[in-house]
């Protein structure tokens, strides 16, 4: 099972998306894809890792994907499909591994 949540947060000036992804398998890696704020990830862009429990072995998150209209099919929550376009991000996560993934602030 692979716990994923995303935390967005809008202000006047300030716009920023924190990403939180968690593999509750004891014995196996996942690699996978996290959808993300289409209007504020432009394609290439890359996160950063804000932290990770597995310390320096944390694979980094790879730089954000665009997937067109048609290319892809995403099932949502409460039912139904939708085919994009989308915007995501790819990471990989070691067993029990939690990782926050977003911009590091300054």
């Given at each position: 099972?692979?716990?994923?949540?995303?935390?967005?947060?809008?202000?006047?000036?300030?716009?920023?998306?924190?990403?939180?992804?968690?593999?509750?398998?004891?014995?196996?890696?996942?690699?996978?894809?996290?959808?993300?704020?289409?209007?504020?990830?432009?394609?290439?862009?890359?996160?950063?890792?804000?932290?990770?429990?597995?310390?320096?072995?944390?694979?980094?998150?790879?730089?954000?994907?665009?997937?067109?209209?048609?290319?892809?099919?995403?099932?949502?929550?409460?039912?139904?499909?939708?085919?994009?376009?989308?915007?995501?991000?790819?990471?990989?996560?070691?067993?029990?591994?939690?990782?926050?993934?977003?911009?590091?602030?300054s």
């Amino acid at each position: 099972m692979v716990i994923v949540h995303r935390y967005f947060f809008a202000a006047v000036r300030n716009v920023r998306e924190d990403v939180y992804v968690a593999n509750a398998l004891i014995d196996k890696s996942f690699s996978g894809f996290v959808i993300v704020d289409f209007a504020f990830n432009s394609p290439g862009t890359s996160l950063d890792l804000l932290y990770s429990n597995q310390g320096t072995n944390a694979t980094p998150p790879g730089s954000i994907i665009e997937r067109p209209q048609g290319s892809v099919v995403i099932h949502r929550l409460r039912g139904g499909t939708t085919d994009g376009p989308v915007r995501a991000l790819p990471f990989t996560l070691r067993s029990m591994e939690i990782q926050i993934i977003g911009k590091k602030r300054s």
